[in-house]
């Protein structure tokens, strides 16, 4: 017969007559990778503050300006930005940059997303 036991957020234990393995969760996995990038600390500082500052939220606003100008999906597009470079700014480990960071990037595709259904509408 085989149990599941969860011990720890992300590790899963499958019991199968007496043998034991570990299923590590994707989510583990990616900050387990976020630790691994400490000593690249700076490329993604750099990433986080000029790729996101300067291409992506302005890629993002001009989408946004393009198809209709709400300005309720600046504020957001904005506040995505502002949240990366804070983070980055408050010199923060990686563990902590790199999934804000791609958590930015989501809300700037949700924006863009959003620019686009209701120019269609």
Same mark, same amino acid.
């Given at each position: 017969?085989?149990? *599941?036991?969860?011990?720890?957020?992300?590790?899963?234990?499958?019991?199968?007559? !007496?043998?034991?393995?570990? *299923?590590?969760?994707?989510?583990?996995?990616?900050?387990?990778?976020?630790?691994?990038?400490?000593?690249?600390?700076?490329?993604?500082?750099?990433?986080?503050? %000029?790729? !996101?500052?300067?291409?992506?939220?302005? +890629?993002?606003?001009?989408?946004?300006?393009? %198809?209709?100008?709400?300005?309720?999906?600046?504020?957001?597009?904005?506040?995505?930005?502002?949240?990366?470079?804070?983070?980055?700014?408050?010199?923060?480990?990686?563990?902590?940059?790199?999934?804000?960071?791609?958590?930015?990037? %989501?809300?700037?595709?949700?924006? +863009? *997303?959003?620019?686009?259904?209701?120019?269609?509408?």
């Amino acid at each position: 017969m085989r149990t *599941v036991t969860h011990n720890n957020a992300g590790d899963f234990y499958y019991i199968d007559d !007496h043998t034991h393995r570990s *299923v590590t969760s994707i989510w583990k996995k990616f900050i387990t990778y976020a630790d691994n990038q400490q000593d690249k600390r700076l490329w993604w500082m750099t990433l986080g503050i %000029l790729g !996101h500052g300067t291409i992506f939220t302005i +890629i993002t606003l001009g989408v946004v300006t393009l %198809l209709g100008n709400v300005f309720a999906l600046y504020i957001i597009a904005c506040c995505a930005m502002v949240i990366s470079v804070v983070v980055n700014l408050a010199a923060l480990p990686t563990r902590y940059i790199i999934p804000i960071f791609f958590l930015s990037l %989501l809300v700037d595709l949700g924006v +863009i *997303v959003t620019a686009v259904l209701l120019y269609i509408q």
